[in-house]
């Protein structure tokens, strides 16, 4: 039936009211077009129903299809087809476990290493400060004997002093030779004031030498007898005060390899050329008298 011929019956049953017309019209349609999408929606599952049944029979042999009886191998085959499918799903399973299993340990051993160095790392940490302790009041021991009875002064390093003509030769004091104390960078041997044996300066002297904040030429005996000059200023170091000798000692340190080494004990003895002129001239001595030990002598 047309649209034309729907809409004439309408209207004559409705007494040709235009809004009931098209209310009725409308319906009528409606109920056409919902009928129609439901039939399209069972033919579509009766299409997909017959496409499973063309999948399930049988099993295909030269290109043809067998018949029911030959349907039961096909699924036999499709049994075994799951099982083996199964078992393959299931060893791949296994696979990924024991690799699993494999990275779990793994994982376990490098944090068993990890805590492992941590370990050492604390102990030696542990260690080298117990070492540093232990050193310190070696250190400690070593130069409050000294203090109390040091050495005489060499003859060969007197002898020299006098060629100098120095006078007024006095224990400063007994110093530890650090690695700052050779290190390039630093370029400097420092001598603490309150380590001091023997002031060189008088207290008046040493005030002017601390206002000027200049550097003053000081003659040096180095260890080996060898007679340099070098600039001698006063710092402030971690808190305290100290005379430091710069300038040339870089020099020092490479021309006396068998004396200065660090944990080397060096006695610095003053010197005046002479005293009683304007401007008299210091001079400075680095004696060695021996090495810090690795442990205490009894």
Not at 150 to 179: A, T
Not at 214 to 226: A, G, H, R, Y
Not at 240 to 261: C, E, G, R, Y
């Amino acid at each position: 039936m047309s649209a034309e011929n729907l809409r004439k019956q309408i209207q004559a049953l409705t007494c040709n009211d235009g809004n009931e017309v098209a209310d009725k019209l409308t319906r009528r349609v409606m109920k056409q077009f919902i009928s129609r999408i439901a039939m399209d929606i069972e033919k579509e599952k009766m299409m997909k129903k017959k496409k499973i049944k063309r999948c399930q029979p049988g099993i295909r042999i030269n290109g043809k299809l067998q018949n029911k009886n030959s349907s039961r191998k096909g699924k036999e085959i499709m049994v075994v087809r799951e099982k083996v499918v199964k078992r393959c799903h299931g060893s791949f399973l296994e696979e990924e476990e024991k690799d699993d299993e494999e990275l779990r340990w793994i994982k376990k051993q490098k944090k068993a290493k990890a805590k492992a160095k941590t370990k050492t790392k604390k102990k030696q940490r542990k260690t080298g400060a117990e070492d540093q302790i232990q050193k310190k009041k070696i250190i400690s021991s070593i130069l409050e004997k000294l203090d109390a009875n040091p050495i005489p002064m060499p003859e060969n390093f007197r002898k020299c002093i006098e060629e100098l003509g120095g006078i007024d030769i006095n224990l400063v004091m007994h110093k530890v030779i650090y690695d700052t104390d050779l290190s390039k960078t630093h370029s400097r041997l420092s001598m603490t004031i309150k380590k001091f044996l023997n002031k060189f300066f008088s207290d008046d002297e040493e005030r002017k030498f601390r206002k000027g904040k200049e550097s003053k030429e000081v003659k040096l005996v180095e260890p080996c007898l060898k007679v340099s000059k070098v600039n001698m200023t006063w710092w402030a170091i971690g808190g305290s005060h100290a005379f430091v000798f710069n300038n040339q000692w870089n020099q020092i340190v490479v021309d006396n390899p068998d004396t200065l080494k660090t944990m080397a004990i060096f006695q610095i003895w003053s010197f005046w050329i002479p005293r009683e002129l304007e401007n008299p001239e210091l001079g400075f001595a680095l004696i060695k008298v021996g090495d810090v030990p690795d442990k205490e002598p009894s």
